[in-house]
């Protein structure tokens, strides 16, 4: 029989169904302040870059450097420039880091047909020639204060390197601007796709002439 009468054991019970109660609620209230998700964007679908004017038989193969990316731009977030001042878009981000989107348009560019190849070795590192790539630039630049249309600007130094002695044997610097449509983020994000396409329009080109 048990010591606890009827009148003891209600607090049990009453605490044995807030418990339940708490977690059942446990499984569909959050306990944390919630936040509205950013946006998610992606740049690098514009389109291939064209191919260079060379027969497949002929397409120079490079090796796959190194892709060097400006510190600030490094990131999921989206980099803003406004005169000295530097920040980065409120709500919006990459769906991945800048540096893993524009090494995979970097890849698709040079599967063109008709153009330079990465060598298919891993690292490239059997390649008589490797191309390694310095991105300096790759912001939203409010130039014309901050209600205005932003300019979009990528710049790459690219360095083709002999692989045999490490000399370089041709270097040069791409660079392309682009005005949004309207300072929104879909515009912003389109003038990335342009500019990126632009670039690895050129850079590709050069390494076919230069390889």
Not at 91 to 100: D, E, K, L, T
Not at 195 to 201: F, R
Request: with cysteine; net charge neutral; charged share 15%.
């Amino acid at each position: 029989m048990s010591r606890f009468g009827p009148s003891a054991r209600a607090p049990f019970a009453s605490m044995a169904l807030a418990v339940a109660a708490s977690l059942t609620l446990a499984g569909c209230i959050s306990v944390f302040p919630k936040a509205k998700p950013s946006q998610l964007y992606r740049f690098g679908l514009a389109g291939a870059p064209a191919a260079a004017q060379a027969s497949p038989a002929a397409s120079p193969v490079v090796g796959r450097g190194r892709v060097a990316f400006q510190d600030a731009a490094a990131t999921d977030r989206i980099l803003t420039v406004t005169g000295n001042e530097a920040a980065y878009v409120a709500g919006a981000r990459w769906v991945s880091p800048a540096p893993v989107l524009f090494e995979e348009s970097l890849t698709r560019a040079f599967q063109a047909p008709g153009g330079p190849r990465f060598s298919g070795v891993s690292g490239g590192a059997r390649a008589p020639i490797m191309l390694d790539l310095d991105v300096q630039s790759f912001e939203t630049r409010y130039d014309q204060g901050r209600s205005a249309p932003p300019e979009v600007v990528v710049q790459i130094h690219a360095i083709l390197v002999r692989t045999e002695d490490h000399v370089v044997i041709a270097d040069q610097l791409f660079s392309a601007a682009k005005r949004a449509g309207d300072n929104r983020m879909g515009p912003i994000v389109q003038a990335y796709d342009e500019a990126v396409q632009d670039v690895l329009s050129n850079l590709t080109a050069w390494t076919a002439r230069a390889a």
